[in-house]
């Protein structure tokens, strides 16, 4: 700060002022500056009449107790870096003293997340590069594929009759919407009318289920009065259901009505696919 000399007077209060007086009224003789102002050095005392180191110090030395802490709940150097916005050179000399923590077993979790992620990023993708493929060397089935899809496809899905109990009707259930689809098609290449098709949706009564039946009637492209009483399955506390949430569309139930000729021919068709095939590979394996 500026301070008073007996020579000049007051002291100026600022830079300016200086300048000022430090040349004489006629301009002719500067004031000797040097020899006649003095500044004196003045703490500035922070709040309560501490000084400011005593309050770094304080600062840091709580800084490095919340560090070591930190470091003996099992925190890692970056972990602390973070929490607290210091170097990682001072949290180092901080606790470096202290056991290396064991990991927890998040941690152990994210480790391996992390080591096995590119493998798995490159087993996924070569899966879709994959099913891609395959799928290109399909191309558009001819009817005779398509008869013969649908015959594996109900055989595997649908209903049979049981020599204990006869019940000669083509009823196909199943959760896919495109196995739904696909059978559709082959009942209408077979030339079913779609007048002849019952609708029924089986889900869990804890499920969406005016959202089901809405799902279900968009993939069949049917209205509501295609569609008979939705069945539901009770809950049961012991079971552990893993499909549920939004994707929880339950089972879709296609009946045909008046289908025991139809049924007939289903099983005639399969056991003849089944014949034919055992006579290929015979003929296969003999040659």
Not at 21 to 32: L, Q
Not at 51 to 73: F, Y
Not at 100 to 120: C, F, I, N, S, V
Not at 254 to 264: C, F, K, N
Request: proline content about 5%; charged content about 30%.
């Amino acid at each position: 700060m500026w301070s008073y000399h007996p020579d000049y007077g007051r002291a100026p209060t600022d830079f300016r002022s200086v300048q000022q007086h430090g040349a004489h009224s006629n301009g002719s003789e500067k004031m000797p500056f040097r020899s006649n102002w003095r500044i004196d050095q003045v703490s500035v005392l922070p709040p309560h009449g501490a000084s400011e180191p005593a309050v770094m110090v304080q600062a840091k030395t709580d800084m490095r107790a919340r560090a070591r802490e930190l470091r003996l709940a099992g925190k890692t150097y970056d972990e602390i870096v973070a929490e607290l916005g210091v170097s990682k050179s001072s949290v180092s000399l901080w606790v470096r003293d202290l056991p290396k923590p064991r990991k927890t077993a998040e941690q152990l979790h994210a480790m391996r997340e992390a080591r096995w992620a590119p493998h798995r990023r490159a087993v996924a993708i070569k899966r879709i590069e994959t099913k891609l493929e395959a799928a290109n060397e399909i191309g558009r089935p001819t009817d005779r594929e398509l008869f013969l899809i649908g015959v594996g496809l109900y055989w595997s899905e649908g209903t049979k009759s049981k020599p204990h109990r006869l019940s000669e009707r083509a009823t196909f259930i199943n959760s896919d919407p495109d196995m739904i689809t696909l059978y559709l098609a082959w009942l209408r290449l077979l030339g079913v009318e779609e007048d002849r098709l019952r609708f029924h949706v089986m889900i869990h009564e804890s499920a969406d289920v005016a959202g089901a039946e809405a799902f279900w009637a968009d993939v069949v492209g049917a209205d509501g009065g295609a569609f008979g009483k939705t069945t539901l399955k009770k809950h049961n506390p012991k079971t552990i259901r893993k499909n549920v949430g939004d994707d929880d569309r339950g089972c879709l139930i296609v009946r045909v009505t008046g289908s025991a000729d139809l049924y007939r021919r289903i099983e005639g068709w399969w056991y003849g696919i089944v014949v034919s095939a055992c006579r290929s590979d015979q003929a296969n394996r003999t040659n």
